[in-house]
T-cell receptor
Framework: ETGVTQTPRHLVMGMTNKKSLKCEQH?????MYWYKQSAKKPLELMFV???????ENNSVPSRFSPECPNSSHLFLHLHTLQPEDSALYLC??????????????FGQGTRLTVV | EDQVTQSPEALRLQEGESSSLNCSYT??????LFWYRQDPGKGPEFLFT???AGEEKEKERLKATLTKKESFLHITAPKPEDSATYLC??????????FGAGTRLAVHP
């Protein structure tokens, strides 16, 4: 396996359900990200982890709870979501190059529908 | 506030008709400008990184350029398989990418 793998690819959940999204990267990167992509809106950064430590929480509601047990795995735990949370959730990873910006490599995303 | 704006929102080209996509940015302390391609239902695919004004990168029919205020993605003699959404992003903070809304490109035979 190579790259960034996300599971599941599609998820339909009720507003009272609890579910988790999983992301795994095989690129040896030290930074991992969650992004949200809604129709006709720019990708929204949700969370950033560097060396397993959360370094960015972009004012994300607490119904989204990230977890990063190691530099290769990232989870997004979901509970009591709203229909407006329906979107494509993308995981990405990037190498750590200090102050220089680095390109992020994305997974295929999880298409989430909240009913 | 850091911002990235792409234009046009959508572009329709005939096969072989060259054009350019624009990405304007106001990102303080820009640490890099990135271009991605995204096909429907898939994650963005990395294309180019530009770090300095005047820098250019090329890949097949695509060439990306950077000035102090904007970046262009030039598409020369496009083919239908170049149809996709092209995303531009600026790196404004440590490991933080700010994306534009994208340009949807359709190339017709």
């Amino acid at each position: 396996e190579t790259g960034v793998t996300q599971t599941p690819r599609h998820l339909v959940m009720g507003m009272t359900n609890k579910k988790s999204l999983k992301c795994e990267q095989h690129l040896g990167h030290n930074a991992m990200y969650w992004y949200k992509q809604s129709a006709k809106k720019p990708l929204e950064l949700m969370f950033v982890y560097n060396f397993k430590e959360q370094t960015e929480n972009n004012s994300v509601p607490s119904r989204f709870s990230p977890e990063c047990p190691n530099s290769s795995h990232l989870f997004l735990h979901l509970h009591t979501l709203q229909p407006e949370d329906s979107a494509l959730y993308l995981c990405a990873s990037s190498p750590d190059r200090g102050q220089k910006g680095t390109e992020a490599f994305f997974g295929q995303g999880t298409r989430l529908t909240v009913v | 506030e850091d911002q990235v704006t792409q234009s046009p929102e959508a572009l329709r080209l005939q096969e072989g008709e060259s054009s350019s996509l624009n990405c304007s940015y106001t990102v303080s302390g820009l640490r890099g400008l990135f271009w991605y391609r995204q096909d429907p239902g898939k994650g963005p695919e990395f294309l180019f990184t530009l770090y300095s004004a005047g820098e250019e990168k090329e890949k097949e029919r695509l060439k990306a350029t950077l000035t102090k205020k904007e970046s262009f993605l030039h598409i020369t003699a496009p083919k239908p398989e170049d149809s996709a959404t092209y995303l531009c992003a600026g790196s404004g903070g440590y490991n933080k990418l700010i994306f534009g809304a994208g340009t949807r490109l359709a190339v017709h035979p």
